[in-house]
């Protein structure tokens, strides 16, 4: 099946389309290696907020996210954390790491 790939901003959302696609999907992918470099622990709390419980973006329950180098504040947020695994790639030397969770 064809996959489409769509830009929009998950804190302010300025159109319709981009709500119902967190609504409507069932998996999210967020890759955030670049852009968490420098946060302790690579926390992502207004990212947590954004498509947790009540957020202006929020995924339905069931939905899986996945965040490339980056960490939910999974339980303050409606999410359970499925696990991580570590990647090695010369791009984001020596790894990354890609964390799973659930919408609850």
Same mark, same amino acid.
């Given at each position: &099946?064809?996959? *489409?790939?769509? /830009? @929009?901003?998950?804190?302010?959302?300025?159109?319709?389309?981009?709500? %119902? $696609?967190?609504?409507?999907?069932?998996?999210?992918?967020?890759?955030?290696?670049?852009?968490?470099?420098?946060?302790?622990?690579?926390?992502? &709390?207004?990212? *947590?907020?954004? /498509? @947790?419980?009540?957020?202006?973006?929020?995924?339905?329950?069931?939905? %899986? $996210?996945?965040?490339?180098?980056?960490?939910?504040?999974?339980?303050?947020?409606?999410?359970?954390?499925?696990?991580?695994?570590?990647?090695?790639?010369?791009?984001?030397?020596?790894?990354?790491?890609?964390?799973?969770?659930?919408?609850?």
């Amino acid at each position: &099946p064809d996959t *489409s790939l769509y /830009l @929009g901003n998950v804190y302010q959302p300025n159109d319709t389309a981009i709500k %119902r $696609l967190f609504s409507d999907t069932t998996l999210a992918i967020c890759f955030a290696t670049t852009w968490s470099t420098g946060i302790p622990g690579r926390k992502l &709390p207004e990212l *947590s907020k954004a /498509l @947790g419980k009540g957020g202006a973006c929020e995924l339905h329950h069931g939905a %899986r $996210l996945v965040i490339m180098d980056g960490v939910l504040d999974y339980k303050k947020d409606g999410f359970d954390y499925c696990g991580e695994l570590k990647l090695t790639c010369p791009d984001t030397a020596p790894y990354s790491i890609a964390r799973m969770y659930t919408k609850l």
